[in-house]
């Protein structure tokens, strides 16, 4: 009748809509080795919320079991919040968009022996047929592939202290000016070098909103000593701010960073002391690279005796309700 006409209608010009943005802002919408979930697929076909969800964070960013519970939690914060969730990752070389439980637990077992997979890595990750855990930058890029797009995750990296002369810039700002992806995350921690990060965003031109507060959080914390360039307080208000760079064609991301919230942040504070003596620790080491981040996160860890991993259990399981309803917001402003 009219109204199953309409709807088809409504699907043939999501579409069309799709298939120019993607060519528009450089991502093609399939390509081989691109497995999209069948659960994950029809959402998309529909115009229903779907949230990405990285893997770096399961395989380097906690430890086992902590990480799978984690993963599968945040999963069901997903739903629950009425998005369907796809965690990302490489499964022997095929890019997965929506992992089953059993290749998230594939991850999670195999913790640091997995690859830590960002864009750069991404080619050998396929061609050699490997298993890959994909950073915030790849999941980005696989994210925008399929046509997702909103990403909920724990920290994004950024420009690392020292990172003037090292140039370790993490490709997760790069990847942000040019992938259209909106990343729901709780900011950039203070391992990291955090006004370079802004000026480097601005750079990229990716718009960085703190969600309900003035002030960027620091992932641990709710302050970082920087002024979000802006502000938005509601799940709606996100979802336009990202609407209006799709609409406007900027081909670039966007960062939400959401405050940990108050009752965990405390845990959060004694985390920031640990901070200062893993960049000391690092230093010395001679730490370079990709190794970088992990290392820090695992002495910052084993230095709190977990309270950190309780703070990033805590701030991501809340980040996946607000990215959820952001996602949620979108799909209605794009119906
Ligand atoms: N920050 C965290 N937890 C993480 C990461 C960052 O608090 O797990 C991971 C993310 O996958 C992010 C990556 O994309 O580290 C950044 O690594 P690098 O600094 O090497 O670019
Ligand atoms: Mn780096």
């Known amino acids: ?91 022997g070389g095929r890019c997965c968009v929506g992992l089953s ?85 709780a900011g950039a921690k203070s391992v990291l070098d955090i006004p370079r990060t802004l000026e480097y965003l601005e750079t990229q031109g990716v718009p960085v909103a703190a969600f309900g507060a003035d002030e960027l959080p620091a992932f641990f914390t709710r302050h970082s000593g920087c002024k979000a360039p802006c502000r938005v307080d509601t799940p709606r208000e996100a979802a336009a701010l990202f609407k209006a760079s799709l609409d406007l064609r900027l081909g670039c991301g966007a960062v939400v960073a959401v405050p940990i919230p108050a009752e965990h942040e405390a845990a959060g504070r004694e985390v920031e002391a640990a901070i200062a003596e893993a960049l000391r620790e690092a230093e010395r080491r001679g730490i370079r690279g990709a190794a970088v981040t992990p290392f820090l996160l695992e002495r910052i860890r084993s230095t709190t005796g977990g309270k950190s991993l309780d703070a990033n259990v805590a701030l991501v399981k809340h980040n996946a309700g607000v990215g959820a309803a952001i996602a949620a917001e979108l799909a209605a402003l794009e119906a």
Not at 25 to 52: D, N
Not at 63 to 72: F, H, I, R, S, V
Not at 124 to 140: E, F, I, Q, Y
């Open 1 to 91: 009748g009219g109204a199953s006409q309409a709807r088809a209608a409504r699907r043939e010009r999501r579409k069309q809509r799709a298939l120019l943005l993607a060519s528009e802002q450089g991502s093609s919408v399939m390509f081989p080795g691109l497995t999209v979930a069948p659960e994950v697929a029809a959402a998309l076909r529909e115009g229903r919320a779907v949230v990405a969800l990285e893997s770096t964070i399961i395989s380097h960013g906690m430890p086992y079991p902590q990480n799978l519970e984690t993963a599968l939690e945040v999963e069901a914060r997903v739903r629950a919040g009425g998005a369907v969730p796809a965690t990302i990752a490489i499964i």
């Open 101 to 185: 439980k059993e290749q998230i637990e594939r991850i999670a077992r195999g913790g640091s022996a997995v690859q830590k997979v960002s864009r750069r890595d991404l080619p050998l990750a396929v061609a050699s047929g490997a298993d890959g855990a994909t950073t915030v930058s790849a999941t980005m890029l696989l994210a925008a592939r399929a046509g997702i797009r909103v990403f909920v995750t724990g920290g994004i990296g950024g420009v690392h202290r020292g990172g003037e002369s090292s140039m370790d810039v993490s490709a997760d700002l790069t990847e942000l000016g040019r992938t259209p992806v909106a990343v729901i995350c």
